[in-house]
Nanobody
Framework: QVRMVESGGGLVQAGGSLRLSCAASGSAFRIFVMGWYRQAPGKQRELVASITGGGVTHYVDAVKGRFTISRDNAKNTMYLQMDSLKPDDTAVYYC?????????WGQGTQVTVSS
């Protein structure tokens, strides 16, 4: 397993940008397909972006063209650059293994987009 700590959230106006970071422990970080999830109030947690160890990315349609996922395996860190933010992006954002998440979720980081 890998332990994750998310940071970088905050309050931003619609159209603004934020960059989230995920610091992961463990030397095996580089072999896992990792992802950013989000959970809005009253909704289920959803995977919005994923990245393989080699840098191949995938996005859900709702964030495609606005969010960019990246990772630095040497630093055991993953990022999510979020541009053109919308109120619908308001959620707690988490990082975890993509598609088959580990049980040990981090505390997440709150992103709030005001209209």
């Amino acid at each position: 397993q890998v332990r994750m700590v998310e940071s970088g959230g905050g309050l931003v106006q619609a159209g603004g940008s934020l960059r989230l970071s995920c610091a992961a422990s463990g030397s095996a970080f580089r072999i896992f397909v990792m992802g950013w999830y989000r959970q809005a109030p009253g909704k289920q947690r959803e995977l919005v972006a994923s990245i393989t160890g080699g840098g191949v990315t995938h996005y859900v349609d709702a964030v495609k063209g606005r969010f960019t996922i990246s990772r630095d395996n040497a630093k055991n860190t993953m990022y999510l650059q979020m541009d053109s933010l919308k109120p619908d992006d308001t959620a707690v954002y988490y990082c975890n293994r993509a598609y088959s998440a580990w049980d040990n979720w981090g505390q997440g980081t709150q992103v709030t987009v005001s209209s």
